[in-house]
């Protein structure tokens, strides 16, 4: 087993397959995988694999079928598939373990563990979900996993927190995104570690990993000087380079509005800008886009540590080694993205910067002042509210996706013409004398 007070590297990813079910991820994921081996690889002596690695996916199934909760087959496929390969394209085909995985309509996550690292450390694990659709339907909304790793840095050792999520889409509803997110923090919540606590925030944690689609656009404003034609026009000519990025970058809702600290709080990211955008493409192109939306990164990775300072919101003490997306996977109008991360080790308990209460209890995120994130009391009756109307409202599409071969349209023309002859059928049954109109044979 390895030094649990190492850097620990830690690789995430996370993709909107478009509702593909089955047919949203490729066989061989080395594409995703393998630059992040080799990226772990080039920073020691020997090859060396992640120590944790979270895959996150949105709208993993189609909706109907997600809505139902219909979900459990397809997620224990991606598990036994993704780990397979992730053992595969392993420095020495190291082996990993399954922390946990959870999924709520069409939002999923799965954390493994490196055997030979920090698996058997791994407890006290946890999986939450939310919903933020209509209704708090699960549409729209998150998951998560929480766990502790023992011994690392003192005997309580330190907690993780993985959040994926699928926020409001399209450019205008930039409102619709930010209350989807303090609706997140509000309501994704985990038991406590002392029963006669109230649950916590995903903020209550020793280090926390924010993925999925987040649905945040470019929106360059009309007065722009370089805007001749339209916006997405001229974000596609912003893209050619790196340079051109980076100024595009600017205009990037996610990052303005977590500049103002109106979302995201106390979270960091790397350099976006250094790949393209990854929506909206045009399914089965690497690099063709669909101009009817503005290219946008919407698929984002960000991050946090306890030692991160809130004074300092743009520098964090995780090194951000790896972080694009994987232009290859065209069954999707998104792109995956990945990141590797490399944790620092925990600093040393004899430190006069340490907290005295990082020795009684594992270390937490420390956020800026004027933001304390707070349970919402009514958490569980929202998230079953959302839940009872994803079942009626799946079941009932399914049953209309059933009976019209596919099609929910068909099905409901099958349903309402086949209720129509039914009731024809029953007039002319009931006006017949109940037997069909034939005359009655007489009994002499």
Known sequence: MGDPNQPLLVQIGSYNTNLQAGAGLPQDLVDWLASTF???????????????????????????LGLAGLSKSLIDE????????????APHKGSYSLIAKVVNVGVALLVYARDDAIARQVCDVQTQWTGCGPGYMGNKG??????RVSDRG?????????????????????????????HIVRTLLFPPSVP???????????????????????TIPPSHPLVTASPSEEVLSMLRDETTREALKEYDQLLNERRKERVFIGLREGPFWMFKC?????????????????????????????????????????????????????TSDHKPVVSLLLL????????????????????????????????????????????ALDRIIGYTWWFLTTIGAGSAIVGIFNFFFSYAAWKWWSTWWTSSGGNGGAPIADAA
């Open 344 to 387: 620092p080790p925990p600093p040393a308990s004899t430190s006069a910067s340490t907290p005295p209460t990082w020795e009684s209890s594992p270390p937490l995120l420390r956020l800026p002042k004027s933001y304390t994130p707070t349970p919402d009391p009514y958490a569980l009756l929202k998230k079953y509210t959302g839940r």
């Open 142 to 147: 998150a998951v998560g996993v929480r766990f």
């Open 278 to 330: 990854t929506y909206k493409y045009k399914l089965g192109e690497v690099d063709k886009y669909d101009l009817k939306r503005t290219p946008s990164w919407t698929d984002r990775i960000m991050y946090t540590t306890y030692t991160d300072s809130p004074a300092v919101p743009e520098k964090s003490n995780i090194t951000n080694l790896l972080y694009t997306s994987i232009p290859s996977y065209t």
């Open 38 to 64: 080799q990226v772990s690889s080039f920073l020691s002596k020997e090859p060396r694999a992640p120590d944790i690695v979270a895959i996150g996916f949105q709208e993993l199934l189609p909706l109907h």
């Open 78 to 89: 991606r598990d036994v598939h993704i780990r397979s390969q992730i053992e595969a394209h």
């Open 154 to 182: 003192s005997k309580l050792g330190e907690v993780f927190t993985f959040v994926c999520a699928h926020l409001t889409a399209h450019e205008s509803y930039l409102a619709h995104r930010i209350a989807d997110y303090h």
């Open 196 to 218: 006669s606590e109230p649950p916590t925030t995903m903020y209550a944690t020793s280090h926390l990993f924010f993925l999925g689609d987040l649905n945040f656009r470019i």
